[in-house]
């Protein structure tokens, strides 16, 4: 089947870096999106990566190591502001998105 | 620019009530529809998507239905209510000749079953 893992949720201080995994398996493969959402609120798009590598947004970048099936959201320089889920979504070989739970991001004075 | 207009904002409804909800696109033409539920501490359920006037494809079964009269509306509805059905509903657009579908969200409904 397909499935998307992410850890539920995590805990970190402002200023700091933050990395958030997530695991996916899917039948076939057409990229990995990660999506901000803040409570009550919509998701909004983050980023997108279909080749393995580092893609570098400001202060987020995203891994992807298509192999492993393995994706991180890495968060640099926390701010209050930051606290939201995130979360993962792969697209399979239909292109229909495989979501993630969502990873709640806590972020601490 | 592309905006996308869901409506109502949120909503209480009683149980067998009829459901409809809104969801509008504007500055892009046949864009890909989506409606997703999100419960709570959960991930995104997609329920149905379009991609092209009358064309709806349903993902899971259960009472709701999609339609699509225009281009760029993407409507939500049920006949009758049930507990079950209250959570977060999302529509979504991504452009329709791209393979890499980034979505963009409307800001939500989120109805409540009593």
């Known amino acids: 089947g397909q499935n998307i893992d992410q850890p539920t949720e995590m805990t970190a201080t402002e200023g700091a870096i933050v990395q958030i995994n997530c695991t996916y398996q899917?039948?076939?493969?057409?990229?990995l999106f990660w999506y901000q959402q803040h409570a009550g609120e919509a998701p909004t798009f983050l980023s997108y990566?279909?080749l393995d590598g580092l893609e570098e947004k400001g202060r987020f970048s995203s891994f992807l190591s298509r192999s492993k099936g393995y994706s991180y959201l890495l968060l640099k320089e926390l701010q209050m502001k930051d606290s939201a889920s995130y979360l993962c979504?792969?697209?399979?070989?239909?292109?229909?998105?495989?979501w993630g739970a969502g990873t709640k991001l806590i972020i601490k004075p | 620019s592309q905006t996308i207009h869901q409506w109502p904002a949120t909503l209480v409804q009683p149980v067998g009530s009829p459901l409809s909800l809104e969801c509008t696109v504007e500055?892009?033409?046949?864009?890909?529809l989506y409606w997703y539920r999100q419960a709570a501490g959960r991930g995104l359920q997609l329920l149905f998507y379009?991609?092209?006037?009358?064309?709806i494809s349903s993902e899971v079964p259960q009472n709701l239905s999609a339609s699509r009269p225009q281009d760029r509306q993407f409507i939500l509805s049920s006949k009758k209510l049930l507990l079950s059905d209250s959570g977060f509903y999302l529509c979504?657009?991504?452009?329709?000749?791209?393979?890499?579908?980034?979505?963009?969200f409307g800001a939500g409904s989120r109805l409540t079953v009593l």
């Open positions: 899917t039948s076939g493969f057409n990229g």
């Open positions: 979504a657009w991504s452009p329709g000749d791209s393979g890499a579908n980034v979505l963009t």
């Open positions: 379009s991609v092209g006037i009358g064309q």
């Open positions: 990566n279909v």
């Open positions: 979504a792969a697209s399979d070989s239909n292109y229909q998105l495989i």
């Open positions: 500055g892009t033409s046949n864009p890909n």
